[in-house]
């Protein structure tokens, strides 16, 4: 019997709910930033630290050349473990589940119906930092995914991959950061991916952050706000079910984001952010199950709107 991306989910679900009870154990916490600028609740003696993301987005419907018009919603929820090993070594744990709701409104060139509607990627992604001194400090990491249309087989579903680099405090104003990740891709050959990251604080309420394929342009505004000038590329790629236009095959999705994010953090513990902005580029592709190209094509560019949260246990 083949094993479904329901079958998956409810199996992660149980496997995120056998952690959350480390949450619990919080006791005589104290803030302290994490690399990213925000703020993680630390645990005096255990040093865990505990995120939930949650986050939710919409682009309006574009046009694809030779194709329908589509749009897309997005709800995403991820859980980030990080602890402290000892003074020199810290662990992360990130668990990452998204659904991608696609409405196609026409059809494909040389395809019988609309590839997918619904989509379920989940990630799993370990990794490992190591400081050598109070300027150098190098990371290892893994990363095991599931991303299929709902219905897919998840054995026909996986990639898997990992990453390497290191980190260069320069001083306390600027960090850069440099590595790759490699990838497997379903019915394609491994990706590459630099991995190039800056954090360059340019005074006391602007700063520079570029983290992998994103990046922000940051000022403070006041305790409570801060806005954001964001860029970011992203590649989502999905496993199709056996019953579709394209049997087992591929969908591919690639888009180029420009936006605005309006952030409120009203404490140390929590934080919202408002976004809207333009896909500038997309990039659609359907695969056939053995790697053949059954259509490619870009979509014209679309406004979106997408809100987060970020919890911090």
């Not at 709910?17 to 609740?41: I, S, V, Y």
């Not at 018009?69 to 929820?77: C, I, L, P, Q």
């Not at 420009?258 to 896909?279: L, Y």
Request: proline content about 4%; hydrophobic content about 45%; glycine content about 10%.
């Amino acid at each position: 019997m083949a094993i479904t991306f329901g079958r998956l989910r409810t199996w992660l679900g149980l496997g995120v709910l056998a952690l959350t009870p480390l949450a619990t154990a919080q006791e005589d916490n104290q803030t302290a930033p994490d690399d990213d600028g925000g703020l993680n609740l630390v645990h005096e003696e255990a040093a865990w630290s505990i995120h939930l993301d949650l986050a939710a987005s919409h682009a309006f419907d574009s046009e694809i050349d030779d194709g329908p018009d589509v749009s897309v919603t997005r709800a995403s929820a991820n859980l980030t473990f990080n602890t402290a090993i000892n003074d020199d070594v810290d662990f992360t744990l990130g668990i990452r589940e998204e659904f991608s709701f696609y409405d196609f409104d026409g059809n494909f060139t040389g395809l019988a119906s609309e590839p997918l509607d619904t989509a379920l990627a989940v990630t799993v992604s370990p990794r490992a930092t190591f400081r050598v001194d109070e300027t150098w400090s190098w990371f290892v990491g893994g990363q095991l995914s599931f991303s299929g249309e709902t219905g897919a087989d998840v054995d026909k579903s996986f990639t898997g991959g990992g990453m390497a680099g290191a980190t260069y405090r320069v001083n306390d104003n600027l960090t850069w950061t440099f590595g790759a990740l490699v990838v497997s891709r379903l019915e394609d050959d491994p990706l590459v991916i630099p991995l190039l990251g800056v954090i360059w604080r340019l005074d006391d309420d602007v700063r520079l952050q570029v983290v992998g394929p994103e990046a922000s342009l940051i000022a403070q505004i006041n305790d409570a706000w801060s806005v954001a000038l964001k860029g970011s590329w992203s590649r989502r790629e999905f496993r199709l079910d056996d019953d579709g236009s394209a049997p087992d095959g591929v969908f591919i999705d690639q888009r180029v984001r420009i936006g605005v994010e309006a952030v409120w953090q009203p404490n140390s513990a929590i934080d919202f952010g408002f976004e809207i902005g333009a896909i500038a580029y997309s990039e659609y592709e359907v695969l056939s199950d053995g790697g053949g190209s059954l259509f490619e094509e870009n979509g014209d560019p679309a406004v979106y709107a997408a809100v987060r949260a970020r919890i911090s246990f």
